[in-house]
């Protein structure tokens, strides 16, 4: 009996959304810049491999990168324009990351001018993850974890549920909100593809309550197919992490330290299996994506089809900027990595540009005051952490009793605790500080056991895919 | 437009509740405001005087070992008027400086200031002067004698360090009524007779110079839970832990024992279920903790009422409670998601 129990799960926290800025407004295109920027890790996982040299000319939708393995996906083209160079620039995820640059023709058209020979009705399970890889394709929520790999589903560990996620629990992002309401029939076609890659049996597109013309619209389409549902979960941050939607929908829960697979279930975002839906029958690769712009420091927000590799600084000019002291954040307001240079590119994760203007940036800055052990971060972790006893041990350096004892592993870094503390204690970057001093030390430890073993890529990190949409 | 950009980098997340601490202690304060004015409109201007030497010494306490900042929280001024609405109105000033001078020193900052403290340091200040000046801490003053507005209670001047004069006679001339000079509390204990629970509800008996009145501590204690900063199931749990205990009793030995609504209503049960127990320093994290915390409170005050030495128990049972703190949380630790019960 489903309907007794509403759908949600316990713990998260309710800040206020800002999404009337830009929720209504149509997805608007951007032009090409002069320059566009483009990495060759915008995924997790191994960096592509370059297939162009410098000078070369390279037209829209053509792969200038391939894939380096299974965990990884080629890069393509976002506009026709000539290779200036391949060279480290700064990017969200690093400091310094292999980059190449293209010069983008004037007047180029927005038309993609190089195609896959795909025949989506005729491939098989294997075929259409291996469409999905050569796409270029990665969650597009803003987790960049490639989507081949979620759809591959291995003989002995079935899927039965494909949850398709339209929570978009960030606030001020409408991306997958305004992609849901336009290309409601991609989605579903990008629902019928990842059934038949998985295997899955049906599909449940989750969505946030505070979006009911998309569960409408959804509703009323997918009406005549039947292993398709629409349900509508409560407007709650993070509703949009994998392990609390899943709860949500199906009442189960992802065991610590596991994936969805673990328990028979398949997670994509909207907006991934709308761009699926879309580029799959058209023999086209990733080479733009609906980005929010928005906060309050812009003065047309609204959201944007932006080519991969656009500067935010261009992206900025065209949504008219003004202000001195601003913090820009790639993604949501709760998630989203800061950047600190206005070349830094619009990758394949990037579902938002929040820009907080310096009035904005001063409310937040406020005094750290000592843990009152209210309580209420405990009261806001989704995952059921300590979060007040975490950071007391974080403070005194005690990582392993924080990994040992309160589970420091289970964390995806939401950001709940740290945004209800009272006392503005910053607990998210303290735990990410034992984290890393954590993987540092096992790092050191692996080396001084086997000095010998070549084994040049660091481990992926585990949930890292987790992150909230 | 970017050459002037000073970009700032900030840690996730960008955005933050508008609840802070200071917040949260401004509307404490605002909270315990009209218990105060009520002792005031009680007892005139003696309990005046006691509410601001009190508060006054809680402030100076707190500059003289911890830095200015910390006195912009607003903690030390709740401490003040907490332990003010537990001391009897005609309680001699130096005393009521003194008891502000322990409570900050010795309950707050000698553990490291705001946050560090085990104890509730508004009773940590009581508990002391309870040891070292029984004979004031206990001496009751009759509420709305006349002249209260232009006179002092006799005892409120005491010079410091002396014994301040008996009170007996004073009151004896200033109500009409025969005064017995003892608290609800003490004459179900000693005489076996109640005082009606609606004068309790009210708040029209002798006792603290805050205790009084239930109904406005509850109304006050509301304020504060609906506006989410109080954790309303520590007084939920406290009143029911002491009502529990309280009926077990009353149904063995109906004549010895009163029963749970003159214990809920009366001495200073509900002012310490909803603002001395919820002191978020010395209370539990977790939600079972909470709740257990509560209900060992409210059946140490019934247990101490009944059996101990003393009229009223609320006191130490919430130091305790305070002290089992560290405990509850170890082991009430939430299930993690995802995690299997073993």
Same mark, same amino acid.
């Given at each position: ?469 | ?73 607003? =903690?030390?001024?709740?401490?003040? @008027?907490? /332990?003010?609405? $537990?001391? !009897? &109105?005609?309680?001699?000033? +130096?005393? *009521?400086? #003194? ?51 232009? =006179?002092?209670?006799?005892?409120? @001047?005491? /010079?410091?360090? $002396?014994? !301040? &004069?008996?009170?007996?006679? +004073?009151? *004896?001339? #200033? ?168």
């Amino acid at each position: 009996m489903r309907w007794f129990r509403r759908r949600t799960f316990s713990h998260g926290i309710h800040p206020p959304d800002h999404k009337a800025e830009t929720a209504a407004l149509p997805i608007r295109r951007l032009p090409f810049p002069e320059q566009l920027v483009v990495p060759l890790n915008q995924h997790i996982g191994r960096p592509a491999v370059p297939l162009v040299h410098k000078g070369q000319e390279v037209v829209r939708g053509e792969p200038i990168a391939r894939a380096d393995g299974f965990l990884s996906v080629p890069v393509h083209a976002p506009a026709t324009g000539r290779v200036r160079d391949i060279r480290p620039m700064p990017t969200a995820r690093d400091r310094l990351t292999p980059c190449i640059l293209i010069d983008v023709y004037e007047a180029a058209t927005q038309e993609v001018l190089w195609h896959y020979p795909w025949q989506p009705e005729e491939m098989d399970r294997q075929a259409l993850v291996q469409a999905v890889q050569e796409m270029g394709l990665v969650g597009l929520g803003g987790a960049a974890f490639p989507s081949h790999v979620k759809l591959s589903v291995p003989e002995e560990k079935p899927a039965h549920t494909l949850v398709v996620n339209g929570c978009e629990c960030e606030p001020y992002l409408s991306c997958d909100h305004r992609v849901m309401v336009e290309q409601p029939r991609d989605l579903l076609r990008g629902v019928r593809y990842a059934l038949r890659a998985t295997g899955a049996k049906r599909a449940i597109i989750g969505i946030e309550d505070n979006k009911p013309d998309a569960i409408a619209l959804l509703r009323e389409l997918a009406a005549q197919e039947p292993d398709i549902e629409v349900e509508a979960v409560e407007t709650k941050y993070p509703q949009g992490s994998e392990k609390m939607l899943i709860r949500s929908l199906l009442g189960l829960e992802v065991p610590a330290g596991g994936i969805p697979l673990d328990i028979g279930v398949v997670v994509n975002n909207v907006g991934t299996l709308a761009m699926l839906g879309a580029l799959l029958p058209k023999g086209e690769a990733l080479t733009e994506r609906v980005v929010s712009v928005t906060g309050p420091g812009v003065k047309r927000p609204g959201n944007y089809r932006v080519p991969l590799g656009t500067p935010i600084g261009f992206v900025l000019e065209e949504v008219g900027y003004e202000g001195e002291a601003c913090d820009f954040v790639l993604g949501g307001p709760m998630m989203g990595p800061s950047v600190s240079d206005l070349r830094t590119p619009i990758t394949k994760g990037s579902s938002g540009l929040l820009v907080l203007d310096e009035p904005a940036v001063r409310q937040e800055s406020r005094p750290v005051w000592p843990c009152i052990k209210c309580g209420r971060c405990v009261n806001a972790c989704p995952m059921h952490l300590n979060p007040a006893m975490l950071g007391q041990l974080a403070a005194a350096g005690e990582y392993d009793r924080m990994a040992e004892k309160y589970h420091l592993a289970d964390c995806f870094e939401c950001g709940s605790c740290s945004w209800i503390c009272p006392s503005n204690i910053p607990l998210v970057q303290q735990f990410r500080v034992a984290k890393q001093w954590l993987r540092d030390q096992a790092e050191r430890k692996q080396r001084e056991a086997q000095p010998a073993t070549a084994d040049p890529q660091p481990a992926e990190e585990p949930g890292k895919e987790a992150r909230a949409a | 437009m970017s050459d002037k950009a000073r970009i700032e980098l900030r840690p996730t997340p960008h955005i933050h509740a508008p609840q802070d601490v200071v917040t949260i202690m401004r509307n404490v304060v605002l909270a315990c405001l009209p218990l105060a004015g009520w002792a005031v409109w009680q007892y005139g201007l003696s309990a005046l005087l006691l509410g601001i030497t009190v508060v006054a010494s809680c402030l100076l306490t707190e500059r003289l070992f911890g830095r200015a900042e910390t006195l912009r929280d607003w =903690s030390a001024v709740i401490t003040g @008027l907490l /332990l003010f609405l $537990t001391l !009897p &109105p005609g309680f001699p000033l +130096w005393m *009521g400086a #003194v008891a502000g001078f322990v409570a900050i020193g010795l309950g707050k900052m000698l553990f490291g200031g705001l946050g560090m403290n085990v104890f509730n340091p508004a009773l940590v200040g009581r508990a002391f002067v309870q040891a070292a000046f029984p004979v004031a801490i206990t001496t009751w003053t009759p509420a709305f004698f006349e002249g209260r507005f232009t =006179s002092f209670i006799p005892s409120t @001047l005491a /010079l410091p360090f $002396t014994i !301040p &004069p008996e009170t007996a006679q +004073w009151a *004896g001339s #200033v109500v009409v009524d025969a005064f017995t000079g003892a608290t609800p509390l003490a004459l179900a204990k000693f005489e076996q007779s109640l005082a009606p629970t609606r004068d309790l509800f009210l708040g029209t008996t002798a006792g603290s110079a805050g205790e009084s009145s239930a109904l406005l501590v509850l109304a006050c204690g509301l304020y504060l839970a609906v506006r989410k900063m109080l954790d309303w199931r520590i007084p939920v749990s406290v009143l029911a832990g002491a009502a529990i205990t309280a009926t077990l009793f009353h149904l063995l030995d109906p004549v010895h024992h009163p029963d749970a609504g003159f214990m809920l209503f009366s001495g200073g049960l509900m002012l310490g279920a909803w603002f001395m127990a919820t002191d978020m320093v010395g209370s539990p994290v977790t939600p079972l903790g909470v709740v257990i915390y509560g209900l060992l409170i409210g059946a140490v005050t019934v247990v101490i009422r009944l059996f101990g030495g003393l009229t009223e128990g609320v006191m130490y049972a919430i130091l305790l409670g305070n002290a089992a703190t560290p405990l509850i949380d170890q082991f009430t630790q939430p299930r993690v998601f995802g995690e299997r019960r073993s």
